[in-house]
């Protein structure tokens, strides 16, 4: 591990519905764990699925939602998922959805962000919302310890709810531009590799070979086929239990919900122009023009 590297330090604690940070606190990491991180709606559970299927090469049925947790999800509390987590013995890779300075980083561990269109997650955003059923609203606004307002049902219309996210930086979820921001401004570290769901979408045995090689994984190339199955949008969808949390107890239509389209520009046909433009505008004020480019268009960054 090279000295000269300014590692990322934790500067706040993070708290709402979904969120406690703190559980990184007392988090004993060991040098090989995976750490995947997003804002939310951006491609977690598919590289959850890529990530089991390089430790596991061709094994079906993983419960990858059990074996990759959401360390910062406050339900179930720390007390609980930090017994969990140290009694994997497999090479550990878990989620995580918070910005980089609400982290403790180790520059032991091996962190892969994801990056997505910020309509396109609020189109997904929208659909996991929408379906959530009483079991989602009262895990998140009465499991005693919540910081801050309880998330309510969402407005019943996807382009108001888009406005509002936009408006609120992230309403009724967490702050988009940080989120991005804080990972962007890390990238070009050791043991950080940038993947784009636009990339993923269009490529994505190239973007699981690029996770291999970061990972120093060698791929076991008879099994690849079988990986590449694994991790289809169609094998998923029709597999959603095993990847999606609590075997998609929270949707009264079940996990499959969670595995939706997987499909981008879904807005295109429902946002007005000054919508987007208010987006882009956004964009380039709150990231940068590069940044800004990047979580549009997708692309190498690093
Ligand atoms: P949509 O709601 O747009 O369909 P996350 O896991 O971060 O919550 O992201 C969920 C999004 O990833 C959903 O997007 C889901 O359909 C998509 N997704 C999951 N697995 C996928 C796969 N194998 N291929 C394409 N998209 C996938």
């Known amino acids: ?72 999800l406050r ?33 032991l561990a091996k962190y892969i962000y994801i990056g997505r269109d910020g309509r396109d997650v609020v189109w997904s955003m929208y659909n996991h919302h929408a379906n959530a059923n009483d079991i989602w609203y009262g895990a998140l606004n009465d499991t005693p310890g919540r ?24 309403y009724p979820w967490w702050p988009y531009w940080e989120n991005i921001h804080s990972w962007w401004e890390i990238r070009q570290l050791p043991n950080v590799l940038f993947l784009h769901f636009a990339d993923m979408k269009a490529d994505m045995g190239r973007e699981m070979r690029r996770v291999a090689g970061f990972l120093d ?27 999606v949390p609590l075997g998609g107890a929270f949707w009264d239509a079940g996990a499959e919900v969670f595995i939706h389209k997987g499909q981008n520009g879904r807005w295109r046909d429902i946002l007005a122009a000054e919508d987007s ?8 004020k709150e990231l940068g023009a590069e940044c800004a480019h990047w ?8």
């Open 147 to 170: 910081v801050g307002p309880p998330i309510e049902k969402p407005v019943d219309d996807v382009r108001l709810y888009f406005q509002e996210w936009l408006e609120n930086d992230g």
């Open 75 to 107: 339900i179930p509390p720390k007390e609980v998922k930090l017994p969990e987590v140290e009694a994997q013995t497999h090479r550990r890779f878990m989620k995580t959805h918070l910005p980089v300075d609400a982290l403790v980083y180790s520059p």
């Open 277 to 284: 433009r208010a987006y882009e505008d956004r964009a380039q």
């Open 1 to 72: 591990m090279p000295n000269d590297v300014a590692w990322p330090e934790k500067l706040r604690e993070f708290h709402n519905h979904h969120f406690d940070s703190t559980i990184w606190n007392d988090f004993p990491f060991r040098n090989d764990d995976i750490v995947i991180s997003t804002y939310a709606k951006s491609g977690t559970t598919w590289l959850q699925q890529i990530i089991a299927q390089l430790l596991f090469p061709g094994c079906e049925g993983m419960e990858v939602a059990e074996m990759s947790p959401w360390m910062d």
């Open 217 to 243: 994984i060698s791929i076991d190339e008879e099994k690849w086929p079988q990986m590449m199955e694994y991790c289809s949008f169609q094998y998923m969808k029709a597999n959603a239990t095993k990847s």
């Open 295 to 302: 979580l549009a268009n997708g692309g190498i960054t690093n």
